[in-house]
């Protein structure tokens, strides 16, 4: 998988669990996922499924310290590691593991 697949995937995923429409969402995975900003939709996100199962706190918050921290956006992950094929491996761990959290929402 690239970087841009990777993005649009993230993209799906927010979309998906915010509920929102294509044309009415505001992140959309052309640069802002890959070059400007991946934290902020993903911390509004788990601010969300926080809300909704506040019993998850402390996954959410070692989701947060453990993995989010690593890079402000896709290719800013990437750039952390040796080689590009290792940053995109990082990257789509990070992503499956922030489905798996927003998949725990009981609502």
């Known amino acids: ?3 841009e697949n990777l993005a ?3 993209e799906g995923i927010l979309r998906k669990y915010l509920k929102c429409h294509y044309l009415d969402f505001g992140v959309k995975a ?11 939709p993903m911390n509004f ?3 969300v499924l926080y809300s909704h199962n ?5 996954e959410i918050n070692n989701f947060l310290g453990n ?3 690593i890079g402000k956006n896709i290719e800013d992950v990437i750039s952390q590691f040796d080689t ?7 990257v789509e761990k990070i992503i499956n593991h922030f489905e798996e959290l927003l998949n725990k929402d009981k609502n």
């Open 67 to 69: 993995e989010l921290y």
């Open 30 to 40: 052309n640069n802002n996922l890959l070059k400007y900003d991946w934290n902020s």
């Open 8 to 10: 649009s995937r993230l």
């Open 45 to 47: 996100a788990l601010g």
């Open 84 to 90: 590009r094929e290792e940053g995109i491996c990082e």
């Open 1 to 3: 998988m690239n970087s």
């Open 54 to 58: 506040p019993e998850l706190k402390n």
